[in-house]
DNA sequence: CCCTTTCTTGCAATCGATTGCAGCAACCGG
DNA sequence: CCGGTTGCTGCAATCGATTGCAAGAAAGGG
């Protein structure tokens, strides 16, 4: 049922080149009569050319690779629709794989990539591939760090500002009275992302002349206890480095029987479809998560065309979206 | 930088076959001292094989599409996580499209995809493309329908019951007390999800003894104002069939000051991770995702290897999480 | 020691495209 | 009528693997 170039050519009478010709939009050169014969041939045929045989000969696949660290997180899922939105719109196609945060699942995933010819890959890398990823940039590998960076290693990279977007939530905070303010945050050694902000929320407090903060760290994979945490610091605020993260806590507080802001006022991490309706509705630090994926994409396929980005990195800037659990009650 | 075979073979002192022999596992008869020697020189240049040229060879690729309606839904998160999860498994890959509920983007994808030579296609269908998911199906292509079925379409499909997921909510509600139950769902004509929930909704209330029932629908794209509609039914509860859908329509009734649930009760469709933080907690019918998207995904996969499936169409069942947006206040 | 059988390995065709080079036909002017 | 252009098309090599067939080497039997 699936015709060749070879059946085109002979039912049209011409030879293969010329049906590859006419195909690839070669127009020099060939003649009207020709062209129309082939054309309806191939309409007759339906016939579609190999891809697998054009992007060996060709050497590229006009596929992307993208590799995220968690595909559970909802954040991802916006970021997706701007990486497939942009594929569309430059006729590439997504592979996608998920590396769980794993090491060796994520070499496992680069090679596997490449294998398969991708032209150009899209991760959110994890710290535990250095050498690999540094080596595939230093070979002109199209590669681009989504959302995250590696220490030591200059790549091109789509991020939002993770310091202003922390800071953000301490200016706001401050704005409302609060001044007792603890950072939730995951306990991921090395994460651009979690140390950025960190990093981010020490500056701001500092900035106020607070040098006594306190920054509560959650392991993915267990609890977190806030009971003595809360009793050591007493804070009348927290920040929330991370979407899923803030619903966590905001659990864990109300069962501390906390009321919110009353008791302690919240800013979550991530503008996502539930943040408004929540009680109290949750003022959020927006990342723009789709033009993070769309402009990603558009660096890597400038990558894979040849172009030199003029920057190594674009940091893009978060909002805030203040709603009631941050806003001081009389 | 990239080795082919034949860079190996030289290196080694071999031919291109016996290369190819001893990494395709062929384990029959290679002398020990040539496999020996052909490894180091494989590990030596780090030398992987071309997929490309493998697949063309072998006609198969180990790739599957995945053809989603909406990206955007969070639903379809954990169903991806499912999918990756069985495909990484089964060491296979996975190429994402988007078709946007568009019949054209969707058949473009569908023909893009068969050119790539995926070994098979697991969709999401819009009711565009009938003639094309029919033919398809027809000549053995390795398909399975996700989530939805097409009218008039035999196809290997793996759904939710739907019908049942409604009535879940729909006795749940009645044996809270409720009587006068509304359901809001989207307008899209023909999608087997949004009907088969109606119908649910509908038999529910009829066992029930009551005819007279209320169906409101709002399109996609646009508002839907629920003042007129309530006035008119006036609901003591509400069952929305999507989960954006649900929060849309809470914000709505929010602004007609409606309490939930003392004025109207609510049940909303899938669980998601915020389901439990909305005030007040949401009712919700929880959907099998992971395992629907690991079924589908093992199910292709089987079709893909030459099984027969025993049956057409796999249905999971959905459960009801019952939460206080749904009880009765006294 | 020769012939047969069993191991190993290589040759060359194949998968389905693309493309440089060359050849043939038609057309032109002189 | 002939040589030179120009226009159109085909031949065959190539991309990087896989594999049927056959040949050469080694081993075994008489």
Redesign the interface.
């Known amino acids: 049922?699936k015709f060749t170039m070879e059946d085109v050519a002979k039912l049209s009478g011409v030879s293969k080149s010329t049906v590859s010709r006419i195909l690839s939009g070669k127009t020099v050169n060939i003649s009207e009569k020709t062209r129309q014969k082939v054309l309806s041939v191939v309409q007759e045929l339906n016939y579609?050319?190999?891809?697998?045989?054009r992007?060996?000969k060709m050497a590229q696949?006009r596929?992307i690779g993208l590799i995220l660290s968690d595909?559970?997180n909802?954040f991802?899922?916006?970021v997706?629709?701007g990486v497939?939105?942009a594929c569309?719109q430059f006729g590439y196609?997504?592979?996608?794989?998920?590396s769980g945060n794993n090491g060796d699942?994520e070499q496992e995933y680069i090679?596997?990539l490449?294998?398969?010819?991708v032209d150009g890959i899209l991760i959110n890398p994890t710290v535990h591939n250095k050498e690999m990823l540094a080596h595939l940039i230093q070979?002109g590998f199209p590669l681009v760090f989504l959302n995250r960076t590696i220490q030591g290693i200059v790549a091109n990279s789509v991020v939002v500002n993770n310091r202003q977007g922390i800071r953000l939530a301490v200016e706001h905070l401050f704005g409302q009275g609060f001044r007792r303010i603890a950072l939730v945050t995951y306990n991921e050694e090395g994460v651009s992302t979690w140390t950025e902000r960190v990093e981010g929320y020490k500056e701001g407090m500092r900035e106020h002349g607070i040098n006594s903060v306190a920054v509560w760290r959650k392991h993915p994979e267990a609890e977190l206890n806030l009971s003595p945490l809360y009793e050591e610091y007493q804070p009348d605020a927290v920040i929330v480095t991370n979407n899923?993260l803030t619903?966590y806590v905001?659990?864990r507080l109300r069962e501390l029987n906390l009321r919110i802001p009353g008791d302690v006022a919240i800013v979550g991490y991530d503008e996502?479809?539930?943040a408004?309706?929540?009680?109290?509705p949750l003022t959020t630090i927006k990342q723009p998560a789709r033009e993070l994926g769309r402009i990603a994409t558009e660096s890597v396929i400038k990558l894979i065309q040849g172009e030199k980005l003029s920057d190594d990195a674009v940091t893009l800037t978060p909002e805030i979206v203040v709603r009631e659990s941050s806003v001081r009650t009389r």
Chains 1, 2 share one sequence.
């Open positions: 049922m579609r050319p190999n891809e697998l045989a992007s060996l696949t596929v595909l559970k909802p991802w899922m916006t997706l629709d497939e939105e569309n196609h997504l592979m996608i794989c998920n699942k090679l596997s490449q294998q398969r010819r070979t899923v619903l905001i659990e996502t479809v539930w408004k309706h929540l009680a109290p």
